[in-house]
């Protein structure tokens, strides 16, 4: 921390680092699940153990193919189970890592506001590894952006799975992309920076930085900066930015940011009055209206259909 021209992390009380630890890692089993199925593993279902063709077999009678659908359904059910417990145990591991880096200031703690400072008195860097779908809307200017996950643009069948899995899984509301990691992020940060640079390494919301930092504590890199809440957690007067956009909307999407359902919304929202909240309002209305109209055309289309039917 002195390096940065900040107090030192040993002024902090031991209550108050473990109290930054404890609330960083309070991860419901819903973005447990969501963080490992888009960026730390890809999501592979193994195929019926019988074939539609050999279910529908005039060998095989009624109750038995029954059986047997059944039997496949359920071995699914428990492979999708078993992915599940994977997934938290992988997720579980990894928070003990990182509360480790953290506790033993392997990797060190910065609030976004001290962050701001270390970067506009100290000339420190700031390492973004956010995809670029949230680098695009926002960003600390002067920061170096090297995405430790970004947007999959592959279309093999395993890809294609994996992004009709997350639209299903909450993808469509949330507007979040299916990600993979950056095999080449560790040879872009060794090509910029030495490995006894002084690097902030901030994201969206603070664990794919923590993921980040990591990967470069392993690599060799020894002053490490972690962004605690991340880019979010900021407040206007914290970070100079850039971008079309706020940094703390950088990371909303879908369904729910065109409705203006997301946290972020609601709390602009309170500050702005109600013409912001007019601009969603009408929204939510043009799409029950576009709704009960297509419903409408599907009815007077079917009743045109039936009546060339039965003339």
């Known amino acids: 921390m002195e390096a940065l021209g900040l107090p030192s ?5 031991i209550s108050r680092s473990n109290f930054h630890v404890q609330n960083v890692f309070k991860i419901s089993k819903r973005v447990a699940q969501h963080w490992s199925s888009s960026e730390l593993s890809s999501l592979k279902l193994r195929p019926f153990y019988y074939s539609s063709s050999e279910l529908s077999s005039p060998k095989l009678r009624p109750s038995c193919r029954t059986h047997l659908l059944h039997c496949s359904t359920t071995r699914m059910q428990a492979d999708g189970e078993d992915y599940e417990l994977k997934q938290m145990r992988d997720m579980a591991a990894a928070r003990k890592r990182w509360e480790a880096l953290v506790r033993e200031e392997k990797v060190k703690v910065l609030m976004p506001r001290e962050a701001g400072y270390a970067i506009q008195l100290s000339n420190k860097t700031l390492l973004d590894v956010r995809p670029s779908t949230e680098r695009k809307k926002a960003w600390v200017k002067g920061s170096t952006w090297i995405p430790i996950f970004d947007v999959d643009t592959k279309f093999d069948v395993g890809t294609l799975l994996t992004k009709i899995t997350n639209f ?11 990600l993979s990691y950056n095999n080449q992020f560790l040879s872009k940060v060794a090509e910029n920076y030495t490995k006894d640079t002084d690097l902030i390494v901030a994201c969206q919301k603070g664990l794919r930085s923590l993921a980040a930092c990591e990967i470069l504590y392993n690599a060799g890199y020894t002053n490490l900066f972690w962004m605690q809440g991340g880019l979010e957690a900021a407040e206007e007067e914290d970070l100079v930015t850039e971008g079309p956009q706020p940094l703390k909307f950088a990371g909303i999407g879908g369904v729910s940011e065109f409705l203006g359902f997301t946290d972020q919304q609601r709390d602009a929202a309170s ?3 109600w013409g912001y909240r007019l601009v969603f309002s009408a929204r939510l209305v043009g799409i029950f209206i576009v709704a009960d109209a297509l419903f409408l055309g599907a009815q007077q289309v079917g009743h045109y259909l039936q009546d060339i039917r039965s003339h």
């Open 9 to 13: 992390l040993n002024s902090l009380t």
């Open 271 to 273: 500050r702005e009055g």
């Open 168 to 178: 299903t899984m909450g993808g469509w509301w949330s507007g979040v992309p299916t």
